[in-house]
């Protein structure tokens, strides 16, 4: 009798729940319980939601310590699939091949017997996406050992989107209170004559259209992705978690637009990142130069600031001699910053723009200038005529320097496009 009251409450429970669906036309999302709750917990708890789409999905992760205090957490599991995490939140997240780790920030590392946090990432799948079997804290197996996995909790339904948390914040070591500070560009993109693209069209991690996601030479931890975690305008933007490494070395590549400015490329993005410019050098914008055997004219950083390189003969604008770098700018973190340049196919000229302002020490005028354009314009410097067939937009760390970055607004033209 009494299993019998317990279904009636049960099935009154889910008329209830049917009728309030009914009359607001909310579309209910059965998901599964977890089945951490009945099996033997061991020293943690996970619990793992995904809402994916076709290629992507988020994963929101709880973890609760069962054991004693703990001061600092590192959350192991691996995939069974070709899941690969592009972008966390409130965790350093780090995967090599199907093994994956999750370590704590400053701020939420401390866990009292019992206390419970979260964290999620972002990321990229074909096929199954299953829910994995063997999460560990700190070495020790969760959920009770692999046998007794939670249940994914995965939408099937159109309720599956490709908007991530506004909250997220694709950089691991961000701070969690930050948020996107969308900002209307106007009617900047209105005078570029090839393409000014703000990003919000596109709806899932992996870019797509006109971009895709290219690694130059071998595939590391190193993510290009678009996100919702920072925006310039609108609420999207391309992100770059940038690892140093070669195989880190990713960008997110237009190869079709180029042909269309030529012969004078004009170029304004919005950037912005979290980690100072370092000594080393570091390109976070590439373009194929076919004219030098498919080498790559470079802008990054270098003595932390602005710097150009060309790869055929690695020489950079300014020269970085204290003089040199002096003429350049620093970018400055956590705060988007417009950046315009010109590349003349005809005369090999180059002129940059930070903020709208003209950089010194990153103009290349035809007239040898020391600390500026001596060494670019050197020996067959002089002669060095390029043509850009690509642009890309990442990060390459060739001696060190992790950074993440954003880019928005970028577009492409044949005539100065400006920031406004
Ligand atoms: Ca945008």
């Not at 090839?194 to 971009?211: H, K, L, Y």
């Not at 079709?256 to 390109?283: C, E, K, N, Q, S």
């Not at 642009?391 to 005539?415: I, M, P, R």
């Amino acid at each position: 009798m009494k299993r019998i009251s317990i279904d009636r409450r049960g099935r009154r429970l889910r008329d209830a729940l049917l009728a309030v669906a009914s009359a607001t036309g909310v579309v209910l999302a059965v998901v599964a319980a977890p089945a951490v709750g009945r099996a033997a917990a061991g020293p943690c708890t996970v619990g793992y939601t995904v809402n994916q789409w076709t290629g992507g999905f988020t994963a929101a992760v709880t973890l609760t310590d069962n054991g004693g205090a703990i001061t600092a957490w590192t959350l192991t599991w691996s995939f069974g699939g070709n899941q690969q995490v592009t972008s966390a939140w409130n965790a350093t997240v780090t995967q090599s091949g199907k093994s994956v780790s999750a370590a704590s920030l400053s701020y939420n590392g401390a866990l009292a017997s019992g206390g419970s946090t979260s964290f999620g990432f972002q990321g990229t799948y074909s096929g199954a996406n299953d829910t994995p079997a063997d999460f560990a804290l700190n070495g020790q197996l969760c959920n009770g050992g692999p046998t007794a996995t939670p249940s994914a909790t995965t939408p099937t339904s159109a309720s599956a989107s490709a908007t991530v948390s506004a909250s997220a914040t694709a950089s691991a070591s961000a701070s969690p209170s930050a948020s996107p500070t969308p900002t209307s560009t106007g009617g900047a993109c209105l005078s570029a004559s090839v393409f000014c693209d703000d990003f919000e069209s596109q709806t899932i991690a992996i870019p797509s259209g006109r971009w895709s996601v290219y690694e130059p030479n071998c595939s590391g931890t190193g993510t290009a992705s678009v996100t919702s975690a920072q925006a310039h305008s609108g609420a999207k933007s391309l992100a770059a978690a940038g690892t140093a490494g070669y195989c880190n070395h990713v960008f997110v590549r237009d190869a079709g637009d180029m042909a269309a400015a030529a012969p004078t490329w004009y170029v304004r993005f919005w950037i912005r990142h979290d980690t100072a410019l370092p000594t080393g050098h570091v390109t976070f914008l590439a373009m194929n130069d076919s004219a030098a055997g498919n080498t790559d004219l470079r802008l990054g950083g270098q003595n932390g600031a602005l710097v150009w390189n060309r790869q055929s003969d690695d020489a950079t604008l300014p020269v970085q001699s204290p003089a040199g770098v002096a003429q350049s700018v620093v970018l400055p973190t956590g705060a988007w910053e417009c950046v315009e340049f010109s590349v003349n196919r005809t005369n090999g000229q180059i002129y940059t723009w930070y903020n709208g302002s003209a950089v010194p020490g990153l103009t290349e005028d035809g007239v040898s200038t020391p600390d500026v354009d001596s060494q670019w314009l050197s020996g067959t410097g002089a002669s060095w005529r390029p043509n850009l067939t690509d642009l890309k937009l990442g990060w390459e760390s060739y001696s060190g320097g992790n950074d993440d970055l954003w880019f928005d607004d970028v577009a492409l033209s044949n005539s100065r496009i400006g920031c406004s």
